[in-house]
């Protein structure tokens, strides 16, 4: 059993940061590939970033290529997603996910473990 908690979002002006959290408990994921997904109203859920087992591989969607970074600590069991210049087309509910079989998976059909989600909403 793993559960996945959610922090950082907020309400931001187009150009601003946001670092979002997420937090695993009840199993240690560390060995896991782990991935950030949105969904923005009417949309699909789309993967934002995805990093895998050993922090070699990442991966970012060509919208958030160069502006978000995703990196983990293992010794706290803890993903994090830093958000830089930040556009109002980046607004959605953003979610970690754990991906427990091997590789880096872009669907989220891929992944067993979600949080509840953290809204993030950039002004114009």
């Known amino acids: 059993q793993v559960q996945l908690v959610e922090s950082g979002g907020g309400l931001v002006q187009a150009g601003d940061s946001l670092r979002l959290s997420c937090a695993a408990s009840g199993r240690i994921v560390s060995s896991y590939a782990m991935g950030w997904f949105r969904q923005a109203p009417g949309k699909e859920r789309e993967l934002v970033a995805a990093i895998g087992r050993f922090n070699v591989l990442t991966y970012y969607a060509d919208s958030v290529k160069g502006r978000f970074i995703i990196s983990r600590d293992n010794s706290r069991n803890t993903v994090y997603l830093q958000m830089n210049s930040l556009k109002p087309e980046d607004t959605a509910v953003y979610y970690c996910?754990?991906?427990?079989?091997?590789?880096?998976?872009?669907?989220?059909?891929?992944?067993?473990?979600w949080g509840q989600g953290t809204q993030v909403t950039v002004s114009s």
């Open positions: 996910a754990v991906k427990t079989s091997v590789g880096v998976g872009r669907r989220s059909d891929e992944y067993d473990y």
